[in-house]
Structures are given as structure tokens and as C-alpha cells.
């Protein structure tokens, strides 16, 4: 009886052992592991957008900023348009109509008006002419400035001395032109090409403080012979 009893016993603590445990542990680590997909992908979303309220409040944020901008660019595109205007009328130089000026126009020669006066607001054939020039300069160079006096239409020239050109050809414009030649010899001002109206232009000796106003057609050239006392 009592070898009964103890195999009973016995047998009872075998079954036991062979049962299997629950390794909660785990079972608890892989509920904190299986996250669900719609979890991550919030977890994943960019900050920006989880901003965003149901109510669009930052939509509406963002088109009142673009809003207030619009005042700020049109002041900008205003300021833009009157500094190109500006620009544009400040190179261009208004036509003289004093007396003095009238006065060029008909005698062809100007001792009181400054390099780079204009007179006409086209070009108008005046004829050309060549002048002999009698000074006592000291220096033996002397600076002269040459300008279109009428409309700037691409006319184009050439400066020479005693038949050689000391520069290239250059378009004239409203603005003089500065070149240094000798104070002695002939100073050939030649038409490269004209842009329309013939090749009207002005030059200015700083010999005798003098402005010639002249013309010359395409090929053709004037001279200013220049003789020391």
C-alpha cells in the first residue's frame, strides 16, 4: 500500500515536470514589439503636416502671409519701373534753345558753349566745312572732345592725324568723346558710317577753347589744320 502510494506520488511530480511554462517575459516583450501599422506610421509623420489642424488653420495662415506679401511686391516693382525712368531721362540730355545756342546753329562755331551741348533733336545737314586754326599753345599736345549735337542715331567716326587715325572708329554719341592730338599739324575728322540723317557732329579744341559744329558723309572727312604763332 504504502509502494503504491509513493509510485502515485511519484508519477504526480513526473506529469508535472513534463508540462509546459509560459515564458510571460517574452509574451510581454513581443506585445510592446507589435506595434500596430497606423501607430508607426503617425509616429512617422513629418512635423509639418502633424501641425496641421482638421480645420486647416495653417492653410489659411500661409495664403494670409502670401497676402501681405502682394503689397511689398508691387511697392518693389513700382520702385524698379521710376529708377529705370530715371536713368533713362537722366542720359539723355535736353536741347539747348538759348541765344548762344541759336546763335551755333548759324555760325557753325561757339566759344561759350560747353562739350556736349546739343542743339537739334535730329540730325539736320548743316554742310561741312574745314578751318584753319591759329592759336599759341604752349604745350605741344592738346585734348579735343567729340559729340553727336543732335540725336544719337549710331553715327560713327574716325579722328586722324596728318592722315593716320590715332584712334578706332567710335560711335558718337550726346556724351564727348575725349582724344589727345598734337597741337601742330591737320586733325581729320572722317564719317565711318551713318546711322541715319547724315553724320552730324561737334568738336571742341582745348587750344583755343572753341566748338565747331560740322558734318561728315560716310568716306568723307573735314579738316582742322592747326598752326602755332
Same mark, same amino acid.
Given at each position: ?72 511686391? /508691387? ?85 586722324? /592725324?596728318?592722315? /593716320?587715325? /590715332? ?63
Amino acid at each position: 500500500m504504502d509502494n503504491d502510494f509513493e509510485k502515485s506520488i511519484h508519477n504526480a511530480m513526473n506529469k508535472n515536470s513534463n508540462t509546459p511554462t509560459f515564458d510571460t517575459t517574452r509574451t510581454n516583450n513581443n506585445q510592446e514589439i507589435q506595434i500596430p501599422s497606423s501607430q508607426t506610421e503617425d509616429n512617422s509623420m513629418p512635423q509639418e503636416e502633424s501641425n496641421l489642424d482638421p480645420g486647416g488653420g495653417q492653410v489659411i495662415q500661409k495664403q494670409s502671409d502670401k497676402d501681405k506679401d502682394k503689397p511689398l511686391k /508691387v511697392f518693389g516693382g513700382i520702385c524698379v519701373a521710376l529708377f529705370v525712368a530715371a536713368m533713362i531721362f537722366s542720359s539723355t540730355p535736353s536741347v539747348n534753345t538759348t541765344d548762344a545756342a541759336k546763335n551755333a546753329l548759324t555760325d557753325k562755331v561757339s566759344t561759350s558753349l560747353a562739350a556736349g551741348t546739343v542743339l537739334l533733336t535730329k540730325d539736320e545737314n548743316m554742310g561741312q566745312q574745314d578751318y584753319t586754326i591759329t592759336h599759341n599753345y604752349s604745350q605741344n599736345d592738346t585734348k579735343i572732345w567729340v559729340w553727336d549735337y543732335a540725336a544719337e542715331d549710331g553715327d560713327y567716326v574716325q579722328v586722324l /592725324v596728318n592722315g /593716320v587715325p /590715332v584712334a578706332e572708329a567710335f560711335m558718337i554719341k550726346n556724351k564727348p568723346v575725349e582724344i589727345t592730338v598734337p597741337a601742330v599739324g591737320e586733325v581729320q575728322i572722317k564719317g565711318i558710317r551713318d546711322g541715319g540723317g547724315g553724320i552730324t557732329y561737334a568738336v571742341r579744341y582745348d587750344l583755343n577753347g572753341t566748338n565747331y559744329f560740322n558734318s561728315a558723309p560716310e568716306g568723307e572727312f573735314n579738316t582742322y589744320t592747326l598752326i602755332k604763332e
